[in-house]
């Protein structure tokens, strides 16, 4: 995160099969733990998956982050999603 101002990220999210309690556990608290320096370093996320339950926890959980802005996609838009983080 130091080596650059703001970042952009794209992430492809096909299938979870394996849902890992503890690792969901660690992110957030990474998340908590470097949230001002996250919110001054990403401005967009886009995720592309056809998994509706992952776009809607995604978005509500950005919703409490407004400083990135997140944006779920289908596999079916996944030239708009790379150009959502390219603008």
């Known amino acids: 995160l130091e080596s650059r101002d ?3 990220f794209y992430f492809e ?3 979870i099969n394996d849902f890992d309690a503890q690792a969901v556990w660690k992110d957030l608290k990474f998340s908590i733990k470097n949230m ?8 967009k996320i886009a995720l592309v998956t056809n ?3 992952i776009s809607n926890l995604a978005e509500m959980s950005y919703k409490f982050i ?6 779920a996609f ?3 838009e996944t ?6 983080v390219q603008e």
């Open 13 to 15: 999210i096909e299938d």
């Open 66 to 71: 407004p400083d990135i802005k997140l944006k």
């Open 6 to 8: 703001k970042m952009n």
């Open 79 to 84: 030239e708009t999603a790379r150009l959502f």
């Open 51 to 53: 998994k509706d339950w």
């Open 36 to 43: 001002d320096e996250l919110r001054n370093k990403i401005d």
């Open 74 to 76: 289908n596999f079916a």
